[in-house]
C-alpha cells in the first residue's frame, strides 16, 4: 500500500515531536539539578547519571555545556512565567497584580517547584562573578522580573491604589528584597512559617493589611 502524503507528514512530525518532549523533560531536571549543585556544577556528564540517559543521548540535543546551561536558563524561565508570572497577569491590574506576582513567588517555593528554591536567585549569585553569556542571561531576565514589579507598582499608583509619592523603583526593591529573603531562609530551614511572614510583610507594606490600613486612616 502507498503512504499518502498526510501519513507521510504525520510520520515526520511524530519524532520531531517526541524529540522536543525528551529535551524538555531533559531541561526541567537539568533546572532542578541546578538549584542543588549550580549551573557550574551542571554537566552533560552529571546530567546524563541523573536522569538515566547516556552522554551520546544528550549531545544529541547540547552539543556543549554552555549551551546546556544556557537552555537550562530559559526553561528555567519559562517555567517561572508559568508558575509566578502568568497568575499575577490574570489579577486585577496596579496592586492586585503585585500582591499576586508575590504570592505566587511564594507558592511556588512552597511547592518545591525547584529543590532548591528559586532558580534565578540561585543563580545570580552564583555566575555574578562569571562573565559571559550565561551570566547575561540570567541577569537579563532578573531585570526583566523587577521591569515587571516596577510596572505593576506604577499602575497601581496611576490607580490611586498607592501614595502619589510612592517611588515604584523603591517599591520593587523592597518587595523583591523580601521575596529574595524568603527563598533564602525557607531554602535553609524547610520552615513554611517564613513564607507566611513574608505574604504578611508584602501585605503591610503594600498597605493591604489591617494594621497598614489603620495606619494610614
Same mark, same amino acid.
Given at each position: 500500500?502507498?503512504?499518502? #502524503?498526510?501519513?507521510?507528514?504525520?510520520?515526520?512530525?511524530?519524532?520531531?515531536?517526541? !524529540?522536543?518532549? #525528551?529535551?524538555?523533560?531533559?531541561?526541567?531536571?537539568?533546572?532542578?539539578?541546578? *538549584?542543588?549543585?549550580?549551573?557550574? !556544577?551542571?554537566?552533560?556528564?552529571?546530567?546524563?547519571?541523573?536522569?538515566?540517559?547516556?552522554?551520546?543521548?544528550?549531545?544529541? %540535543?547540547?552539543?556543549?555545556?554552555?549551551?546546556?546551561?544556557?537552555?537550562?536558563?530559559?526553561?528555567?524561565?519559562?517555567?517561572?512565567?508559568?508558575?509566578?508570572?502568568?497568575?499575577?497577569? *490574570?489579577?486585577?491590574?496596579?496592586?492586585?497584580?503585585?500582591?499576586?506576582?508575590?504570592?505566587?513567588?511564594?507558592? %511556588?517555593?512552597?511547592?518545591?517547584?525547584?529543590?532548591?528554591?528559586?532558580?534565578?536567585?540561585?543563580?545570580?549569585?552564583?555566575?555574578? #562573578?562569571?562573565?559571559?553569556?550565561?551570566?547575561?542571561?540570567?541577569?537579563?531576565?532578573?531585570?526583566?522580573?523587577?521591569?515587571?514589579?516596577?510596572?505593576?507598582?506604577?499602575?497601581?499608583?496611576?490607580? %490611586?491604589?498607592?501614595?502619589?509619592?510612592?517611588?515604584?523603583?523603591?517599591?520593587?526593591?523592597?518587595?523583591?528584597? #523580601?521575596?529574595?529573603?524568603?527563598?533564602?531562609?525557607?531554602?535553609?530551614?524547610?520552615?513554611?512559617?517564613?513564607?507566611?511572614?513574608?505574604?504578611?510583610?508584602?501585605?503591610?507594606?503594600?498597605?493591604?493589611?489591617?494594621?497598614?490600613?489603620?495606619?494610614?486612616?
Amino acid at each position: 500500500m502507498t503512504e499518502t #502524503t498526510d501519513q507521510k507528514t504525520r510520520a515526520q512530525r511524530r519524532p520531531r515531536a517526541d !524529540g522536543e518532549r #525528551t529535551r524538555s523533560a531533559i531541561l526541567r531536571a537539568a533546572a532542578s539539578l541546578a *538549584t542543588v549543585d549550580g549551573l557550574e !556544577g551542571l554537566s552533560i556528564g552529571n546530567l546524563a547519571a541523573a536522569i538515566g540517559m547516556s552522554k551520546s543521548g544528550l549531545y544529541a %540535543h547540547f552539543g556543549s555545556k554552555q549551551e546546556l546551561q544556557l537552555a537550562t536558563v530559559e526553561e528555567a524561565g519559562r517555567i517561572f512565567a508559568e508558575e509566578v508570572v502568568q497568575p499575577a497577569l *490574570t489579577a486585577p491590574a496596579g496592586l492586585g497584580q503585585l500582591e499576586a506576582v508575590c504570592d505566587a513567588f511564594f507558592d %511556588h517555593l512552597k511547592r518545591r517547584v525547584f529543590p532548591g528554591g528559586c532558580f534565578f536567585a540561585s543563580a545570580a549569585l552564583e555566575m555574578g #562573578t562569571r562573565p559571559g553569556p550565561v551570566k547575561d542571561a540570567v541577569a537579563g531576565f532578573q531585570k526583566g522580573f523587577v521591569d515587571l514589579l516596577r510596572g505593576f507598582a506604577a499602575v497601581a499608583i496611576e490607580r %490611586h491604589e498607592l501614595p502619589a509619592d510612592e517611588d515604584p523603583a523603591r517599591l520593587c526593591f523592597e518587595l523583591n528584597g #523580601t521575596l529574595l529573603a524568603a527563598d533564602t531562609s525557607f531554602v535553609l530551614h524547610g520552615d513554611p512559617a517564613v513564607l507566611d511572614l513574608a505574604r504578611d510583610v508584602v501585605r503591610h507594606r503594600l498597605g493591604l493589611s489591617d494594621d497598614a490600613r489603620a495606619v494610614r486612616q
